[in-house]
């Protein structure tokens, strides 16, 4: 916005000269163009010389600056070199003066700071010309400071809000990891050990276990599609669905006669949950699923493995197996149907169960580690036991990613017969 063209829409009291400092030792010239630029509508101050101006500067910086090239003491130059020194939140438009001869220094004073340049004498017509342009710079700057004002602003409420929704997530990571109550337990014929580490503050993993009268241990593994506030909320309604504290609401539990409570078989609770998915959640979840129930007195397990990876069972003399066929992730196939597996834990035996964030690591050459990766560091800790597997294997598979966090939420259980 020019003083010619001032916006209709701003109220007056709101309208104001620009302030423009006249610099030159000749006090004819001074006059001249103080006189011209009044009459053009800017608010106009003078000054001798270079040091004079300068001190002007440092109370009050005005908006335009003319200023005369060769004066005593300090010259055009030198001043405009101090000017742009100067501590300011605005822009300062520099326009200097110069004759002929100085014409051809015009670099040297565009390096010392100067905008714009005009040739002494001073023609009316190129000065208001020149002023226009630094006005034009003068208003784009005032608009680019407001914007930028307005996102700090922006970025401030951003910041708080993230700040909040933060602190939120870490009293949620704290109440998922609530959710593992237990990390290990030793049953006397069995152990078993889990961990669980969200990629982020919370996860779409949940590791558990839920006794099975008498002498009967269920336990199971789950994988929520993504790794988010949504997933975490899905590992919580499951984690319900799957409760050790209250039988009755377990879906893999059941009570049969006498009103014993025994172990729903874990390929009819896959496709139960399916349905579930299906029919009453409506979401654009999914999930995998190892569920099984296993005799802690013979070793003998039943199992699903709904679209988990395959468990690896170590067996006593170092051998590894993988177990399974994979089947259909649920709540992504309607009327999907499951197979059971069924295998025989012999004493010494061990078996793995683990989410794909522990095979999906980077291995540092441009591929993952695999189910081969993971099976090479899990004969390499044949001796290590318990929970010290786990911490070991996590740890192992931080020092694969480089240090960083893992990329998907890992999790994992251990049972030792």
Known sequence: MTRNAIDKTTPPEQVRARRVLVVDDNP??????????????????TAAGGAEALEICRCDPPELVISDWMMPGMDGLAFCRAFRALARDDYGYFLLLTSKGEKA????????????FLTKPVSADELRARLTAGERILDMQRQLREKNLLLVEALAQLQAVHDSIDSDLVEARKLQQSLV???????????????LCPAGRVGGDLVGFFPIWPDRLGLFAIDVSGHGISSALMTARLAGLLSSAIPERNVALTRGAGGRIEAVPPAEVAAGLNRLMQEEMEVEHYFTLFLAA??????????????????????????????????LPIGLIPDATYEEIALTLAPGDRLLVMSDGMTEIPDGAGGLLGEAGLTRMLGELAATRGPALLETLVWQLREANGGRDFPDDVSAIVLEF
Not at 29 to 42: D, E, F, K, N
Not at 107 to 113: M, T
Not at 181 to 195: I, K, M, N, P
């Open 181 to 195: 109550r237990e990390r290990f337990r030793d049953f006397g014929s069995a152990r078993l050990a889990l961990t």
């Open 28 to 45: 004819l010239q001074r006059r001249v163009l103080g006189s011209y630029l009044r009459g053009l509508g800017y608010a106009v101050e």
């Open 105 to 116: 220094n015009v670099a040297e004073g565009l390096d010392s700071g100067a905008d714009d």
């Open 294 to 327: 296993c005799d802690l007195r013979t070793g003998e397990m039943r199992a699903v493995q709904a679209g988990h990876p395959h468990p690896l069972l170590q067996r006593g003399d170092g051998r590894i197996e993988v177990i399974g066929r994979g089947g």
